[in-house]
């Protein structure tokens, strides 16, 4: 158990839908990252939220945003979603902002989401 | 463009070492790092190198070169449950943002 939580696990969903995934870092962590991995792309880093603020940003879409909340829990929102975004959408946590220490992520156990 | 390569499979028998290779050309290096991930599972984090030379860690070792953006991965006694994927990463920016490679999945027979 990494500490990490995500909810839901599993979400099933139509095309042109929105939903809200919520992540719940370690305690004492401050960073958290969304990353997605489908089977044709691998692990994609999303975006990063440390103590509330957008800190680094990867390949995240414009119909996807994300935000971190005050008791450091964040939330990644996707919209009008298409088939091609059925992926596993993983969370993780690390203590600082970066990064000349070995402070690794941690991963929680991601959620599945499927567009039908 | 960030490019991070792998072997996509290897097999390897229970008992033995096995060396998982991973080169990468990318525009910033804040470290190198690598994951295990069972299918379907969330990655697990194994070792971290932001100098060149060997880390080792139990079982496990990891290698870097920075100079010839290169890194190994050594697993020694394989057991069967070291069957998994294995995901190389390089830190970019301020380390926190880590560009994965496709993975490696390393299949143990006995």
């Known amino acids: 158990d990494s500490g990490v939580t995500q909810t839901p696990k599993h979400l099933i969903t139509a095309t042109g839908q929105r939903v809200t995934l919520r992540c719940s870092p370690r305690?004492?962590?401050?960073?958290v990252y969304w990353y997605q991995q489908s089977l044709d792309q691998g692990l994609q880093f999303l975006i990063q939220y440390y103590n509330g603020e957008e800190r680094a940003k990867g390949n995240i879409l414009e119909r996807f945003s994300a935000q971190q909340f005050p008791d450091l829990h964040s939330e990644l929102n996707l919209s009008s979603l298409e088939l091609g975004d059925s992926a596993l959408y993983f969370c993780a946590s690390s203590v600082g902002q970066g990064t000349y220490s070995n402070q690794p992520q941690h991963f929680g156990d991601g959620t599945r989401l499927s567009i039908l | 463009g960030q490019n991070i390569d792998q072997p996509t499979e290897m097999t390897a028998t229970e008992g033995a070492i096995v060396q998982i290779n991973c080169t990468y050309q990318t525009s910033g290096f804040n470290g190198l790092f690598w994951y295990q991930q069972h299918a379907g599972e969330a990655p697990t984090f194994l070792s971290y190198?932001?100098?060149?030379g060997l880390e080792e860690k139990g079982r496990f070792s990891s290698f870097l070169s920075r100079s010839k953006g290169y890194s190994y991965l050594l697993l020694k006694e394989l057991q069967m449950k070291d069957s998994a994927s294995y995901l190389c990463a390089v830190g970019m920016e301020y380390g926190n943002k880590l560009v994965f490679g496709a993975g490696t999945i390393l299949r143990v027979k006995s």
């Open positions: 305690s004492g962590d401050l960073s």
């Open positions: 190198n932001v100098l060149d």
